[in-house]
């Protein structure tokens, strides 16, 4: 059963209730600062095509994708492109630039199904701007942005939403910087939301919602 909250009350429903199999759990509401970071403290996030649907959409899959910054796996190609030195890893030091980045790489916000419109963009935006959301920059030795991705951060916990790649490799730099950056802070998680086959070989792995949430309230 999917639910339907309402614009001006700030609920979700129990995620337990939840038996879409894509993890479907309720439309409606709106993408406010509030809502937002109610639903990222419960695992739930928006997605959906800005086109196709005038209200979000909330979802929160029962089995979640996560990255372990400690379990970062970094292939022997990856280690030698960061040696080279060829690329500079920065953290928020241009969110404008990588949300964008994530819209308009490769056409995207042209393709059937894009989700990452202006609503969500004004939307992620403002979290950053209050301090719960982060980017993460690849620079050329221009110090030209050619990659990177942003998220919503509670708790020492990243939730990605999407990265981007202008160069090969672009993106696993951005994430391997995370990864580290976060082990110095000694952050917990990052969330994946779905699964890829890179995304998998660099260490991600399925967890229990439950368990999930145990990470995210420690």
């Avoid at 939840?18 to 970071?37: A, K, N, T």
């Amino acid at each position: 059963m999917v639910y339907r909250i309402p614009k001006d009350e700030l609920i979700f429903p129990d995620p337990h209730l939840c038996d879409e199999s894509d993890g479907l759990l309720c439309v409606g509401g709106d993408l406010s600062p509030e809502r937002l970071i109610l639903a990222y403290s419960h695992g739930i996030f928006p997605w959906f095509s800005f086109r196709d649907w005038n209200e979000p959409q909330w979802f929160c899959p029962m089995q979640r994708f996560v990255l372990f910054p400690e379990e970062i796996h970094v292939s022997h190609s990856m280690r030698t492109l960061i040696n080279k030195q060829q690329y500079r890893v920065s953290i928020n030091g241009d969110f404008d630039g990588v949300i964008h980045g994530c819209s308009l790489a490769q056409g995207r916000v042209d393709m059937d199904g894009a989700w990452l419109g202006e609503d969500i963009i004004n939307a992620y935006t403002e979290l950053y701007r209050r301090g719960f959301a982060a980017s993460v920059e690849v620079w050329n030795e221009e110090d030209r942005l050619v990659g990177g991705l942003y998220g919503v951060t509670i708790n020492g916990c990243f939730m990605g939403e999407s990265m981007f790649s202008l160069v090969s490799s672009a993106s696993k730099l951005a994430l391997i910087g995370l990864a580290y950056h976060m082990q110095d802070l000694g952050w917990k998680m990052i969330d994946c939301q779905l699964e890829t086959p890179h995304l998998r070989s660099m260490g991600a792995r399925f967890i229990p919602y439950d368990e999930y949430m145990g990470i995210l309230n420690r």
